[in-house]
């Protein structure tokens, strides 16, 4: 059954978190699937509450106008969203990143003086009816790939969010699996970085992509789980550009 409000769905994850059966890399969180804005600017968080692979962790994605990816995480690197991303992103290792509710529906995600987000969720009967399809989707279906690759064009339609897919390869090679349980759209944001206002969102002029996980084009946020294949051991979680700057 889905919840009523996104922050009772978050609460009742953070209660009972628990991940889901099988020997691969798994993790139970929610987030900001993206959200683009129409300078060319690009946002995402994750909140994983429950990982198989490390402690639980948070990190914030940021694009910026050229095309250049940082994911900034609170976590070790090799545990967090760069262990399979990092190859194609900047990382940056920061104290906190912290996220507080001001009602159920309106939420705040900052790190220290470099960004300040405001998130104003809704729902619609697009993002209640893939809700319903994904609280009720047994667990086998998704960890089904062709359950999955039917899913990712019925999102695409229904949500107005460009192409997306639920399953493919990472950047640093591991192939994802996701399983968002329960979305809402963002029905409002406003976000500062480093500085500058990020202004009004809206799609970039070319929808962005690392390998085979796309960004969506209009704002999303969930709560679910995703699983990795193994990362290899010939495989450098750390690789690509990486700044520890510990001061936020």
Not at 21 to 28: C, L, S
Not at 42 to 54: E, K, N, Q
Not at 175 to 199: H, M, N, V
């Amino acid at each position: 059954m889905t919840t009523t409000t996104p922050r009772q769905a978050v609460e009742a994850m953070q209660d009972h978190p628990r991940l889901a059966d099988g020997d691969d890399e798994r993790f139970t969180g929610y987030g900001v699937m993206g959200v683009p804005f129409a300078g060319g600017h690009y946002l995402a968080f994750r909140d994983m509450v429950a990982t198989s692979v490390g402690p639980a962790y948070r990190t914030v994605w940021h694009r910026d106008p050229e095309g250049r990816w940082t994911i900034h995480t609170n976590g070790d690197p090799g545990l967090t969203c760069p262990r399979y991303f990092s190859s194609m992103v900047a990382v940056e290792r920061v104290r906190r990143i912290d996220i507080g509710w001001r009602d159920d529906h309106t939420l705040d995600v900052s790190i220290g003086d470099e960004l300040g987000w405001r998130i104003e969720l809704g729902a619609t009967p697009a993002t209640r009816v893939m809700s319903a399809m994904g609280s009720a989707l047994p667990e086998a279906g998704w960890n089904s790939r062709a359950v999955l690759t039917t899913m990712g064009p019925m999102a695409r339609t229904m949500l107005g969010t460009g192409r997306i897919r639920l399953e493919g390869a990472s950047p640093n090679g591991p192939r994802f699996k996701a399983a968002p349980l329960q979305i809402w759209r963002l029905a409002d944001t406003s976000a500062s970085y480093c500085g500058e206002d990020l202004g009004r969102p809206g799609p970039l002029e070319e929808q962005a992509h690392l390998a085979d996980f796309w960004l969506p084009q209009r704002g999303v946020f969930f709560v679910g789980r995703a699983r990795f294949t193994p990362l290899l051991e010939k495989t450098d979680p750390h690789a690509g550009s990486m700044n520890a700057r510990m001061g936020r």
